[in-house]
């Protein structure tokens, strides 16, 4: 069990009212005491409204407050001893205090004491009394004052006094419990989970992203340069921005750009600068995006759009950090992390010329590969609620709500444009939807509505028998399968969902043999059977 937050207390209503209804009726002050003794909602010089004279004069008194503490460890002594449901103890003579132990699940946390009444009808203060107040530094006019403010309680209402201070620990007791039992359930959660939903602002439960979310702690210490490949849509800015701001750098300037929206002269300018007349319009000289993110990160969106001319540039500057503003003749250095992104697929256009291979090297020293929203579509309901709260709170519109065939068009639609299509069908149909809570299959774009109604596999079979299309999709399925995964039958199996004996009966069965499918593998060859 874990230990009681006390400052917790002193802001619940309830435990609230009943001090207030104590402190009212019988000019009784609560404290509440950890267990080892320590007054922990009261302290020396404490100037907050008090029940009576008594005790604000012994908390503005250090030999008050001394007296206090001593008195209140000695209570607490006598409980963790005992198992009494409560204990009166003498504060100053007839001067009376009751202490109630605050225990869960038979574990002793400390005690609500209420402190400063009278059981003698008395009017007059005793001599005892104003000896042991006159110790404690009050004036026997102060003394007096605070004995005649003291409610006397009587054998009637003792009782009823008593029960409301229980009233007070019994409160703790349960909202300690209810406090246990959600940190307990949220701990539970989190390792069924077995990851997070978010990092950062990303949001996602589905296996891709949880291994994305690892991959990213991975790399979170080092400032080495990273590429981000990922169809449109998927999020690569919102990665570069997580990068940087879990990186050593996080305190350093995060410069995005765009490199498809300028033209070659246009762009050396953006990233190395120029000087004041290298062209027509260059009136002054002109930091570049290298200079302004020295020290910090440079996010380089679409660097697959970059000409080769600019590609040598490129690496130049991140072989030795060097460049030349353009027009200019004075080299400069500079520092900067380069996380780049690309929705273009850079091995490829290594392979056919269109860039250069060193330059690829020197940029995927991390490479990041995001999923793209069909491949992790667990995440769709997440992220359309994520969206739409989003979108009706921007409006000042209570929360939409999707219904369950709503639901089912959204995870039948293949999402081309990834997670920025996603959103901005969650900002159309709240629009749409109004006033209107729920949100219904109608109201979505033609687009997803009429989803599925297409065929789910490319080619595959409509008409005929089931037998023979099953079997010509399977066949379809298995041989993809075994030229993705480089003939390696055991992880196919796996993937598939059989065993790996039955797969090989399958690819019999088929005449699926790798010399049919494929060239000969020479001496080199390895495959995994």
């Not at 849509?233 to 940087?244: C, Q, R, Y």
């Amino acid at each position: 069990m874990s230990s009681i937050q006390w400052e917790d207390f002193e802001r619940i209503h309830v435990v609230r009212k009943i001090r207030e209804v104590i402190g009212s009726w019988f000019s009784v002050d609560i404290l509440l005491v950890d267990d080892q003794g320590k007054i922990r909602n009261s302290f020396k010089g404490d100037e907050s409204p008090r029940a009576n004279f008594l005790m604000k004069k012994v908390l503005n008194n250090d030999v008050g407050w001394e007296y206090l503490s001593q008195t209140v460890e000695k209570v607490n002594s006598q409980l963790m001893k005992s198992n009494l449901r409560f204990h009166e103890f003498v504060f100053l003579p007839t001067v009376e205090g009751l202490a109630i132990p605050i225990v869960v699940d038979e574990e002793y946390f400390g005690a609500v004491v209420a402190l400063g009444y009278r059981k003698d009808p008395s009017e007059k203060a005793g001599s005892e009394y104003l000896a042991q107040a006159k110790v404690l530094g009050f004036s026997e006019g102060e003394a007096q004052e605070a004995y005649r403010g003291l409610k006397n309680i009587s054998i009637a209402e003792v009782q009823y006094f008593r029960e409301l201070s229980e009233l007070v620990a019994q409160e703790i007791v349960t909202l300690h419990k209810e406090i246990s039992s959600r940190d307990n359930r949220i701990e539970e959660l989190n390792q069924q989970l077995g990851g997070r939903y978010r990092y950062e602002s990303m949001i996602g439960k589905s296996k891709p992203m949880q291994e994305l979310y690892a991959l990213l702690d991975k790399i979170k210490a080092s400032e080495s340069t990273v590429l981000i490949q990922g169809k449109n849509g998927t999020g690569k800015e919102l990665i570069a921005k997580a990068i940087h701001f879990n990186s050593p750098l996080k305190d350093k300037v995060f410069l995005p750009l765009n490199c498809a929206a300028f033209n070659d002269n246009l762009l050396e300018s953006e990233l190395f600068g120029h000087v004041k007349g290298s062209f027509t319009g260059a009136i002054r000289d002109r930091k570049g995006c290298f200079e302004m993110a020295n020290g910090g990160t440079l996010f380089m969106d679409e660097i697959g759009d970059v000409s080769p001319a600019m590609q040598v540039k490129l690496l130049r500057v991140l072989q030795d950090g060097t460049y030349t503003p353009v027009g200019g003749t004075e080299v400069k250095k500079t520092k900067v992390r380069i996380v780049a992104a690309t929705n273009r697929d850079l091995k490829t256009m290594v392979e056919d010329g269109s860039f250069r291979q060193d330059l690829f090297y020197r940029l995927a020293v991390i490479g990041i590969t995001v999923p793209a929203l069909k491949d992790r579509k667990e995440d769709i309901l997440l992220l359309a609620e994520h969206f739409l709260a989003k979108s009706s709170k921007e409006k000042g519109m209570e929360p939409k709500v999707l219904t369950k065939r709503a639901i089912e068009k959204l995870y039948d639609f293949d999402w081309p444009g990834n997670i920025r299509e996603l959103e901005n069908e969650m900002e159309r149909v709240t629009v749409l939807a109004g006033t209107e809570k729920f949100i219904g299959p109608e109201m979505l774009s033609s687009r997803i509505r009429e989803s599925e109604d297409r065929p789910k596999v490319q080619g595959a079979r409509l008409e005929g028998k089931l037998k023979d299309a099953l079997e010509n999709l399977e066949r379809d399925m298995i041989r993809e399968g075994l030229r993705r995964t480089g003939w390696n039958k055991s992880r196919l199996a796996k993937e598939l969902g059989i065993s790996r004996a039955g797969l090989i009966m399958k690819v019999e069965k088929y005449d699926l043999d790798k010399r049919r499918l494929t060239r000969p593998l020479g001496k080199t060859g390895t495959e995994d059977f």
